[in-house]
């Protein structure tokens, strides 16, 4: 360090040089200064997190998908389901103008990105506490087991909405969070060829991070099976930007399944990790949602 305080260089023996180090090697330094992003946020107030990697920002779209109406999940998210179901389901065709050679790819992974209207601070200040902790750690599997409708009013009155209704009770025109989607993506379509992934590339009317993205293989669910997954899919992601930071996740997280694909990747391809992404894994502490 010169003496005015400027850095010239940094000198440590406990870490090899990058083109030296082994996945674990690089995966536990790569954890570390996803830990550092998150200690600097949620300690200093700093927005250091990028959006899709903040599990504050997905549980809050989280939240904000559940209180959709049908009409409205469908309005947001309609499309991706008809792509994503036409592979295996006969009554739907596809949506997305993609080569033959593309659609019938063995590998494939549909993403879309979900934008609140809700700033950060907005969203703070209407959870009063970080997202993350607002579902608490018997809820989960309730939100994920209702659908429709059910799965609107069934959050309500687990997050505490101020509402006993019943599903039949169900009131549209009462909300249990303020915080909204403003708009979702087009449709990005990845798959993959020997040299490496491609994506094609859908429109985005939004020209920021969004706070979201649902990353889904193609299934051939039902629509509301669909809504049912798109939630699941939102907390796998949470549970995979605690276990990216090398932190274990909140037991509310702690479930089974596809979150993030290039967490899904490193989960199948390295034993660094536990096998998260497979719903049959025997992992302690980790439950299936099916």
């Not at 997305?96 to 703070?124: G, M, R, T």
């Not at 249990?176 to 993506?185: A, H, R, Y």
């Not at 990353?215 to 997954?229: K, S, V, Y």
């Amino acid at each position: 360090m010169e003496p005015d305080g400027t850095v010239q260089e940094h000198g440590q023996e406990e870490y090899p040089a990058p083109e030296e180090r082994t996945f674990a090697e690089d995966e536990s330094v790569s954890q570390a200064r996803r830990f550092a992003r998150w200690h600097v946020y949620r300690e200093k107030g700093y927005d250091t997190v990028p959006n899709p990697d903040n599990p504050d920002r997905i549980a809050a779209a989280l939240m904000a998908v559940l209180d959709l109406e049908d009409e409205q999940f469908d309005e947001y998210f309609g499309t991706l389901y008809e792509q994503m179901a036409s592979h295996e389901r006969a009554d739907l065709t596809p949506v997305l103008d993609i080569p033959n050679e593309v659609y019938n790819e063995e590998f494939i992974v549909y993403k879309q990105n979900i934008y609140l209207s809700e700033d950060l601070d907005a969203i703070q200040e209407q959870l009063q506490r970080p997202a993350v902790e607002v579902l608490g750690e018997d809820t989960i599997q309730e939100l994920v087991d209702a659908q429709g409708q059910g799965l609107v009013a069934k959050a309500r009155s687990l997050i505490g909405g101020g509402t006993d209704q019943t599903d039949d009770e169900f009131d549209p025109d009462i909300s249990f969070t303020d915080l909204t989607i403003e708009e979702s993506s087009g449709i990005d379509t990845m798959y993959s060829e020997p040299d490496g992934y491609k994506t094609i590339e859908g429109e985005d009317p939004i020209n920021r991070e969004p706070d979201a993205r649902i990353e889904t293989l193609p299934m051939g669910f039902t629509r509301a099976q669909f809504r049912r997954h798109v939630g699941h899919t939102l907390v796998c992601q949470i549970r995979d930007c605690f276990v990216s930071m090398g932190v274990e996740p909140p037991a509310q997280y702690r479930v089974l399944g596809h979150g993030k694909f290039k967490y899904s990747a490193k989960y199948r391809d390295f034993d660094f990790y536990p096998d998260y992404w497979d719903h049959d894994a025997r992992i302690s502490g980790y439950v299936s949602p099916v």
